[in-house]
């Protein structure tokens, strides 16, 4: 089946540590995308990539960093610059359209709590 | 870049017919408008798409005026398992910001 993979499901850290989310997707889509979401809030975008090798910052990029090397990955690394991380993080991934909707295929997140 | 405006909350019965409005100050004249479900503890799952007047799919129906400053999301006959949160998030390109949604509440 295809999808978006995320993991670790859960994901537990010290403070000053830094953590890696995984993002794989087999879809074959150009762009990806991760978002954070806060209890009862609604979604932030930290990062964006339309191609490999490329990725663009999002509204709450501080603190975060990804990479691109291959068109099917996205991880995501929470540092310890991030002052609040603990926070449910949501990996997408959609066909990169010049016109049209942008449909978003979502992964079932990683949750992250600092202890 | 402003996002689009959607109430906080709605409860509803089951059984009966649902309608949330989104407003799209915003929008471009290329954006489509698409609307996402999410259930606790998931992420969010694409429902619909439209770009004016009225579209319908097997689960919900979407209608924009011709101004297309709103859209209103139609649910047909809900269920206790549309509880959820409705997202109808502003785009720009191929970059989409989300809001807070609106909170779906269905009751016996």
């Known amino acids: 089946d295809g999808g978006i993979t995320q993991s670790p499901k859960y994901l537990f850290r010290k403070e000053g540590q830094n953590v890696t989310l995984s993002c794989e997707q087999n879809?074959?889509?150009?762009?990806m995308y991760w978002y954070r979401q806060d209890p009862g809030q609604g979604l932030r975008l930290i990062y964006y990539?339309?191609?490999?090798?490329?990725?663009q910052k999002g509204d709450i990029a501080e603190g975060y960093s990804v990479s691109r090397e291959k068109k099917e990955s996205f991880p995501l690394t929470v540092t310890s610059a991030q002052k609040n991380p603990t926070a449910f993080y949501l990996c997408?991934?959609?066909?990169?359209?010049?016109?049209?909707?942008?449909?978003?295929?979502f992964g079932a997140g990683s949750r992250l709590t600092v202890l | 870049l402003a996002k689009t405006t959607q109430p906080i909350s709605m409860d509803s019965y089951e059984g009966q017919e649902v309608n949330i409005t989104c407003s799209h100050n915003?929008?471009?004249?290329?954006?489509?408008i698409t609307w996402y479900q999410q259930f606790p503890s998931q992420g969010p799952r694409f429902i619909i798409q439209?770009?004016?007047t009225k579209v319908t799919n097997e689960v919900a129906s979407l209608f924009i005026p011709a101004d297309r400053k709103s859209s209103t999301l139609s649910l047909p006959r809900v269920s206790l398992s549309d509880t959820a949160v409705y997202y109808c998030?502003?785009?720009?390109?191929?970059?989409?910001?989300f809001g807070g949604g609106t909170r779906l509440m269905v009751k016996p």
């Open positions: 998030p502003e785009g720009a390109g191929n970059m989409l910001t």
């Open positions: 997408a991934s959609s066909i990169f359209r010049s016109s049209g909707a942008n449909v978003l295929t």
């Open positions: 915003n929008i471009a004249t290329n954006d489509y």
């Open positions: 879809l074959n889509h150009d762009a």
């Open positions: 990539s339309q191609i490999v090798n490329d990725f």
């Open positions: 439209g770009y004016k």
